[in-house]
Each structure stands twice: as structure tokens, then as C-alpha cells.
């Protein structure tokens, strides 16, 4: 299966650690994206990257708050000094995106933050 | 700015009987639009999308939705459904760029 992965899938930390989570997409996508979940929302969107490229940010993404994408594959979400509000389920999706071509997002199986 | 409104957060149905999860959409510009579904402790899996063409779309699993512009909805609809539908579903509007989802809707499929 070449679908997009997560890790960890788990991450259980304290209060003003920091954290990073890792995205791998499916390997020929050029679009990721970054998303939060917290119980009974649906996911609300953090970033996407282009390639290496970071092409927009939301405003749910404080400056504790930095995503990278340093050779246009893997992308990494760290948190610094984490908050208990920061407990969630941060999910990852890749696209394959060219012009005005739509393509779905492919969603990876999410890292389950839970700051103590 | 593009929103989603699924009208129903849960909706309980015994198996076999038919469902529709609604969902209404607000947007400025064209929109694509989605339903995605989610098990427990799994990210989401695409059930269907409508990007433009016939307004009445086809998924897996059984499901459909159609694309009502005038009544900017995307209702999702199954004629049957089974114990292993139930989970999460999320409708989700974009337009080339990010993609907003809904609240959900949580389909329990009784025996």
C-alpha cells in the first residue's frame, strides 16, 4: 500500500514540550496538506504546500505553529511549547494538483496529539 | 470565504431502510464538492466527489449524491444500508486551493 503515512499514529506529551509529526504522501503528489481535528469537528485546515513551497496558512496556525516541506516529499508539523488545547488529531493529505486540475486529497490515518 | 452545514449530527437508522445525510454549502466562487467517510481512529476515505458534468454522482459502497445548485446542497443517499456503514461523514466544499469540511454526521445502522 502506498497511501499517505503518519507517524506516530500516537503522541502523548506534557504541557510546554515541543512536538513534531511527519507526513509521507503518496509518492507523485505535488500538493500536502495539513489539517487539525478535535472530537466531533471535522477537520479544519492549518497549511498546504506546493512542492516545497508553503502557499497559504490559516489563521489557526500560531507561531507555535511551523510546517516544512524541505525537499517537496515528506512534510513536517512541529508544535513548540505546547497547550492543552492543542490535543487533537492532526491529519495529512497529498494531491496530485496541475493548473486548473482538481484532484482529490488522499488522507493519511492521522497523529493523535494529547497534551497532558 | 466557502462553508459547510450538515444539517443533521446524527442520524440513527436500522439496516436495510434507506439514509440521506444532508448538507448545504456557501460559496463565492465555483466549488468542488466531497463526502468523505471516517471509521473510528482512521483518517478519511473518500466516498465521492462532484468537480462538475452530471449532477447526480456516484460512490463506493452504495452511495450517491446529487449536486443541487439553486439549493446549494450535496445531499448523500443510500438505498440500503448495512451494519458497516456506520461511522462519520464529513461533506466538503474547495474550491482550487484548501478545502473546509463540515461537522459531520454520525450514522449509527441498527440491527
Known amino acids: 500500500d502506498t497511501g499517505v503515512s503518519q507517524n506516530p499514529r500516537h503522541k502523548i506529551t506534557k504541557r510546554g514540550q515541543n512536538v513534531t509529526f511527519r507526513c509521507d504522501p503518496i509518492?507523485?503528489?505535488?500538493?500536502l496538506y495539513w489539517y487539525r481535528q478535535t472530537l466531533g469537528q471535522g477537520p479544519e485546515f492549518l497549511t498546504y504546500?506546493?512542492?516545497?513551497?508553503?502557499?497559504?496558512k490559516s489563521r489557526l496556525l500560531s507561531d507555535r505553529f511551523s510546517a516544512e516541506r524541505p525537499k517537496g516529499s515528506f512534510s513536517t508539523l512541529e508544535i513548540q511549547r505546547t497547550e492543552q488545547g492543542d490535543s487533537a488529531m492532526y491529519l495529512c493529505?497529498?494531491?496530485?494538483?496541475?493548473?486548473?486540475?482538481?484532484?482529490?486529497?488522499?488522507f493519511g490515518p492521522g497523529t493523535r496529539l494529547t497534551v497532558l | 470565504a466557502q462553508s459547510v452545514t450538515q444539517l443533521d449530527s446524527q442520524v440513527p437508522v436500522f439496516e436495510e431502510a434507506p439514509v440521506e445525510l444532508r448538507c448545504n454549502y456557501s460559496?463565492?466562487?465555483?466549488?468542488?464538492l466531497f463526502w468523505y467517510v471516517q471509521y473510528p481512529n482512521q483518517g478519511l476515505q473518500l466516498l465521492l466527489k462532484?468537480?462538475?458534468?452530471?449532477?447526480l454522482v456516484k460512490g463506493i459502497n452504495g452511495f450517491e449524491a446529487e449536486f443541487n445548485k439553486s439549493q446549494t446542497s450535496f445531499h448523500l443517499r443510500k438505498p440500503s444500508v448495512h451494519i458497516s456503514d456506520t461511522a462519520e461523514y464529513f461533506c466538503a466544499v474547495s474550491d482550487n486551493n484548501d478545502m473546509r469540511f463540515g461537522a459531520g454526521t454520525r450514522l449509527t445502522v441498527k440491527p
Open positions: 460559496s463565492s466562487v465555483s466549488v468542488y
Open positions: 493529505a497529498s494531491s496530485l494538483t496541475s493548473g486548473r486540475r482538481r484532484d482529490t486529497q488522499y
Open positions: 509518492s507523485e503528489h505535488n500538493r
Open positions: 462532484y468537480l462538475s458534468g452530471s449532477t
Open positions: 504546500f506546493q512542492n516545497e513551497a508553503q502557499l497559504e
